[in-house]
């Protein structure tokens, strides 16, 4: 069975700075890495994902994740902070043709210190 | 184009009462999916669907949850004789097919509570 565990539901960054939300997944095959961004009162908008191409993955909003085997990591990173990056992050992992649906993380909450 | 979208946005309905919840995927996607998010639980898989047929139900939380889809696009989750911990967001995504790389698609989601 695969699972995912993002460390810390809150992260509180100064804007500008660096932004690290961790991620690691457990899976029994290849896994399929996705983050997902959801702002208050909306959908989940698909950031990035790793599908066995690159193991840097560049996404929208200038956020990147590199995909780590020998660690089963998959962390989101994005150099600069900006204040409309505050939402909640979720980090997912699919193993199969899709049966299973994803199965994601806790969340992590992004906050931006001005 | 037009996103997944889902209706009603909100529902408010009393105990025992029964509710249907309502996605219309994106035009092409064969695949779609049901989540429930709530505050306890996170996000969590229910239902897949690709084309009409739902090869796994075992997601659905009790035998008070049902899914359908016709035609290969609308689908319809109902949940009867509604309980307090049904109270959640659920979310409907879809994808352009069922693979496991493929990108779900999420709809705004319908905030349920039950009184």
């Known amino acids: 069975a695969q699972s995912v565990t993002q460390l810390g539901s809150h992260v509180s960054v100064s804007e500008g700075a660096l932004v690290l939300l961790r991620c690691n997944y457990s899976s029994s095959v290849p896994p399929y890495l996705f983050w997902y961004v959801q702002y208050p009162n909306q959908g989940l908008q698909l950031l990035l994902k790793?599908?066995?191409?690159?193991?840097l993955v560049k996404g929208i909003n200038g956020f990147e994740a590199e995909f780590k085997k020998s660690e089963t990591s998959f962390h989101l990173t994005k150099p600069s902070a900006h204040m409309s990056d505050a939402a909640e992050y979720f980090c997912?992992?699919?193993?199969?043709?899709?049966?299973?649906?994803?199965?994601f993380g806790k969340g992590t909450h992004l906050i931006i210190q001005p | 184009g037009a996103g997944v979208s889902q209706s009603p946005s909100n529902k408010v309905t009393e105990k025992g009462k029964d509710v249907e919840l309502r996605c219309d995927p994106i035009?092409?996607?064969?695949?779609l999916y049901w989540y429930r998010q709530s505050l306890g639980q996170g996000l969590e898989f229910l239902i897949y669907f690709q084309g009409n047929s739902a090869p796994d139900k075992s997601g659905l939380p009790s035998d008070r949850f049902s899914a359908e889809r016709t035609g290969g696009s609308v689908s319809t989750l109902t949940i009867q004789r509604t309980q307090q911990e049904d109270s959640a967001v659920y979310l409907c995504?879809?994808?352009?097919?069922?693979?496991?790389?493929?990108?779900?698609?999420f709809g705004p989601g319908t905030r349920l509570l039950v009184l």
């Open positions: 997912a992992v699919s193993e199969s043709g899709g049966a299973d649906g994803l199965t």
């Open positions: 995504a879809s994808s352009r097919t069922s693979g496991g790389q493929e990108t779900q698609y």
């Open positions: 790793y599908t066995s191409a690159a193991t």
């Open positions: 035009s092409g996607h064969t695949a």
